[in-house]
């Protein structure tokens, strides 16, 4: 079961770079103790709002996410790493919950 | 003594006739069982299901999951001119379907997922679900 997911935004870049910003992202996952999961590419679309980062304007960003288990320990620390990567412009890291089950939602139940 | 005998008699047939709704109870039980039987057959009748009941609708968004990443479903609940959530009489959504749904665009708009001050212009053009018309 998935514990946390990473809503990974990445600056624009050519594919090489995006792939070496993503794999050192896992990676320091990885030696956080971490087990990734699942890491789905969302697309690169433009910003909904200019985002401004490390000194830069961003208009356009490349979406990830994701999923991974891990400890709670190391979560700020991990945070504490995207925000200092150059490449990232914004990290969010959520819990994961399957327990949104539509049981006594209004209505009939089929 | 032969009054008291005679009493008795008397007592006795003045209970039978005259009590009739009552049954003859054992020396030992004191139920009161009588009570109920007669009531029950008086109610047998009125007793029936509403049959002028209508089937019960849920809202919008019964059984859909809401998602920070589905920011076409969530643009539906927000105003095209300024990017505001819908409040509860406009979406006509059930409770908890409309905390999800404002949790989730805050969500969105707090992770760079979804604008904060406008819908995205490729959204503006899906079907209007929520319960307002808009001067256009």
Redesign the interface.
């Given at each position: 079961m998935p514990r946390y997911e990473l809503?990974l935004?990445l600056k624009a870049m050519q594919r090489p770079e995006t792939s070496a910003a993503l794999r050192r992202t896992v990676e320091s996952l990885m030696q956080r103790g971490a087990v990734v999961r699942d890491l789905e590419n969302?697309g690169e679309r433009l910003?909904?709002?200019a985002?401004t980062k490390h000194n830069q304007k961003h208009s356009r960003?490349a979406?990830f996410?994701i999923d991974f288990y891990s400890a709670t320990n190391i979560l700020s620390g991990l945070l504490d790493h995207l925000h200092r990567d150059v490449d990232v412009?914004?990290p969010?890291v959520?819990k994961k919950d399957d327990q949104?089950s539509?049981s006594n939602?209004?209505?009939?139940q089929? | 003594m032969l009054a008291f005998r005679g009493l008795k008699r008397i007592h006795s047939v003045l209970l039978q006739h005259g009590n009739t709704t009552y049954k003859t109870i054992p020396a030992g039980s004191l139920t009161v069982t009588s009570h109920v039987v007669q009531h029950k057959d008086d109610t047998k009748l009125l007793k029936m299901e509403n049959p002028y009941k209508e089937?019960?609708?849920?809202?919008l968004l019964?059984?859909v999951?809401v998602d920070f990443?589905n920011t076409q479903l969530l643009s539906q609940f927000v105003s095209p001119h300024t990017g505001r959530t819908y409040g509860r009489h406009i979406t006509g959504l059930?409770g908890?379907?409309q905390k999800e749904v404002s949790k989730a665009i805050k969500?969105a708009h707090?992770?760079?997922?979804?604008?904060?001050?406008h819908k995205?212009p490729q959204f503006m053009k899906d079907p209007n679900i929520c319960g307002i018309k808009h001067l256009d």
């Open positions: 809503a935004i969302l910003l909904p709002y985002i960003g979406y996410l412009v914004r969010t959520l949104v539509s939602c209004c209505g009939p089929q | 089937p019960q609708t849920g809202c019964c059984n999951t990443k059930c908890r379907k969500k707090s992770m760079g997922f979804m604008s904060v001050t995205h």
